[in-house]
DNA sequence: CTGAAAGCGCTTACAG
DNA sequence: CTGAAAGCGCTTACAG
């Protein structure tokens, strides 16, 4: 491998100039510049990465900590924040939890040891604990991590959608499974669906809504469904919102099972988008998690935003991005919208 | 951040000294091993890697180059060898593709600025392209790169038990839904597949076996079923095997379609063992990828086999992963298994 | 068994 | 505008 030095003794210059003209200084002669770039290509020159992170302290890398890579939406995440990051000439190195605290421990730890530019940690579900100050700049992505900033979708928002839509179809009597409760984005898709339902009221006093607590998935979402349907016409809910798409998913494979035909006798809608969610019949309506905004506001978090909008980020430095409604084939208008709305005011 | 000179002056020592039992040298006495422990702990000393790679000119990194860490295969494989890598106190820096030849060869080049200590690469499906020698070692994972050792599931071997196990079920009128015969992959499963049939026809001459080109996805496995299902019953095949799941969950679509059920009236099986495939009506059997073993194979080629078994190895180079057969709902006996075969012999 | 010293390849004030 | 020199933190022959 050449070196600087190569590069020098072939041009005919100091190992400075060939480093300045290598960090594109503009003080330096054209002539002299040219000579470096002539003798770069002829030796093929590539700068040592390592000489220049031990000399400068810092690496063109970006350490990122997810529980499983596994699990679609990280791997959604990984995969627009590579691309992110590659294009502002940074790697990123990847570690598993397995969602487990100790090891989330050891990853960042082995992680700070290369003095990347910075960490984006998806923490585990468990809360993380404390683990000595971290110089680096930290973010956390889609859960907490002990108290960095948060970049997450705005579940709250997103929930409020799929009640509108429902509402805006014309149900009157929904059902919401939540999530776990002690889990964040359990309690703020619930809160926003709520919330939601309870501006609508206002203007719709026949308006019903019962919350029932799911796991984040299949299973709790099929036994619950199948006790609301077993109810007689007139108490069954018009409509079925889920907290995440996997319930959903168990919502209507209970209606199938129960003879129930979505969305003519039940309207079902989910949350994430994951890719069943466009492969299941009926296919679900749902929110689909702004993956691409999630990623690029993590990367200039790290890297600092080139023209970016630092407005987007509230006094706690958290950052919320707006999901967007999918509407599929699992929702259907009940009634024909008010006259008064005009044509395609069911659309969304 | 301390370093072995602040490390050597709290325990009264040389740095040589310090790095000596950082290195876990023998020849450092006792006593003085443990002043130099008690300094790491008390200072918190965590070696700078930078310095470490620049003077050993290595660093604990493997460098893993996939497609787009999106596709589910590719995300199991990254997280296995990351735990892997892991273990032996190595980081992984991922890099996609997005399965286009220059984004892939600059990939190679970034990661190879970084100085690993090899690189896994999953190449992307066109063929790619030479670009210049590489000096750490390279192992391709899945598809070949250029003309690096390969390492991947055994494709053939795999196919050749879902034939063995139909032919086992008692199916003598099989259709066969091979993948693209330009991919390597498509190759080797049709030709498993083919000779496992050719095999056992010599002791069943009544075996007839069809075969039909599809793409690897959903849809061309859809189509492809109708017009197999269409036949008169004396005709239509009774069993199809499919070179992946995404073309056998088509077919299961194409027979309920066609008020055909399976298995009773036609067994499907697929290939890979997709999660889709464990959530299908009736659930997919097929034949699971040796993740974990492929896995392990790669990161033992970069980092060396630590008593591993080099035998396993051809003389190119590449290895070859079993998969197993996945037996699951679609696929079940069409007649009593030979008497003579005793008792439980329809299992797997 | 331990220490002193060189040197990995680069960048960066500092002279000139 | 360019060059000479120091130094980032570590490892490794080499003396002793």
Redesign the pocket.
Not at 155 to 166: I, P
Not at 179 to 208: S, Y
Not at 254 to 281: H, K, N, Q, Y
């Given at each position: 491998?050449a070196?600087?030095?190569d590069v020098a003794a072939h041009a005919g210059?100091?190992?400075?100039?060939v480093?300045?003209v290598?960090?594109g200084d503009a003080?330096?002669?054209d002539?002299?510049r040219a000579k470096v770039m002539a003798a770069v290509a002829a030796l093929e020159y590539r700068?040592?990465m390592a000489?220049?992170a031990?000399?400068?302290?810092k690496i063109n890398v970006i350490g990122l900590v997810v529980p499983d890579i596994t699990n679609p939406f990280f791997a959604q995440l990984a995969f627009r924040i590579e691309t992110e990051a590659a294009e502002r000439g940074h790697m990123v190195m990847l570690a598993n939890t397995h969602d487990d605290l100790a090891t989330e421990a050891r990853q960042i730890a082995a992680l700070l040891r290369q003095a990347p530019r910075g960490l984006i940690i998806v923490a585990t579900s468990d809360s993380s604990a404390a683990a000595g100050p971290i110089e680096v700049p930290v973010v956390s992505l889609d859960r907490r991590f002990q108290d960095s900033a948060l970049i997450s979708t705005d579940h709250a928002a997103g929930s409020a959608l799929v009640a509108a839509h429902l509402v805006g179809l014309g149900h009157r009597r929904i059902a919401y499974l939540c999530g776990p409760q002690q889990t964040e984005v359990g309690r703020q898709r619930l809160n926003g669906f709520r919330d939601e339902i309870a501006r609508r009221a206002a203007t719709h006093p026949d308006l019903v809504i019962s919350v029932h607590e799911a796991q984040f998935d299949y299973e709790s979402g099929e036994q619950i469904a199948r006790r609301l349907f077993a109810q007689e016409d007139d108490l069954r809910p018009t409509a079925v919102a889920a907290a995440s798409d996997q319930i959903a998913l168990g919502v209507l494979r209970a209606a199938r099972d129960m003879a129930l035909e979505v969305p003519r006798d039940v309207a079902v809608a989910g949350f994430d988008d994951i890719t069943l969610a466009a492969l299941s019949v009926p296919r679900l309506t749902t929110v689909s998690q702004p993956v691409q905004a999630l990623a690029k506001a993590a990367v200039d978090r790290i890297l600092g935003a080139a023209g970016a909008s630092p407005a987007a980020a509230g006094a706690s430095g958290d950052i919320f991005v707006e999901g967007a409604l999918v509407v599929r084939g699992s929702t259907q208008a009940r009634v024909p919208p008010p006259s008064g709305s005009g044509i395609g005011s069911g659309r969304v």
């Amino acid at each position: 491998m050449a070196t600087v030095k190569d590069v020098a003794a072939h041009a005919g210059v100091s190992v400075g100039t060939v480093s300045k003209v290598l960090s594109g200084d503009a003080t330096v002669k054209d002539a002299l510049r040219a000579k470096v770039m002539a003798a770069v290509a002829a030796l093929e020159y590539r700068p040592n990465m390592a000489a220049r992170a031990l000399r400068t302290n810092k690496i063109n890398v970006i350490g990122l900590v997810v529980p499983d890579i596994t699990n679609p939406f990280f791997a959604q995440l990984a995969f627009r924040i590579e691309t992110e990051a590659a294009e502002r000439g940074h790697m990123v190195m990847l570690a598993n939890t397995h969602d487990d605290l100790a090891t989330e421990a050891r990853q960042i730890a082995a992680l700070l040891r290369q003095a990347p530019r910075g960490l984006i940690i998806v923490a585990t579900s468990d809360s993380s604990a404390a683990a000595g100050p971290i110089e680096v700049p930290v973010v956390s992505l889609d859960r907490r991590f002990q108290d960095s900033a948060l970049i997450s979708t705005d579940h709250a928002a997103g929930s409020a959608l799929v009640a509108a839509h429902l509402v805006g179809l014309g149900h009157r009597r929904i059902a919401y499974l939540c999530g776990p409760q002690q889990t964040e984005v359990g309690r703020q898709r619930l809160n926003g669906f709520r919330d939601e339902i309870a501006r609508r009221a206002a203007t719709h006093p026949d308006l019903v809504i019962s919350v029932h607590e799911a796991q984040f998935d299949y299973e709790s979402g099929e036994q619950i469904a199948r006790r609301l349907f077993a109810q007689e016409d007139d108490l069954r809910p018009t409509a079925v919102a889920a907290a995440s798409d996997q319930i959903a998913l168990g919502v209507l494979r209970a209606a199938r099972d129960m003879a129930l035909e979505v969305p003519r006798d039940v309207a079902v809608a989910g949350f994430d988008d994951i890719t069943l969610a466009a492969l299941s019949v009926p296919r679900l309506t749902t929110v689909s998690q702004p993956v691409q905004a999630l990623a690029k506001a993590a990367v200039d978090r790290i890297l600092g935003a080139a023209g970016a909008s630092p407005a987007a980020a509230g006094a706690s430095g958290d950052i919320f991005v707006e999901g967007a409604l999918v509407v599929r084939g699992s929702t259907q208008a009940r009634v024909p919208p008010p006259s008064g709305s005009g044509i395609g005011s069911g659309r969304v």
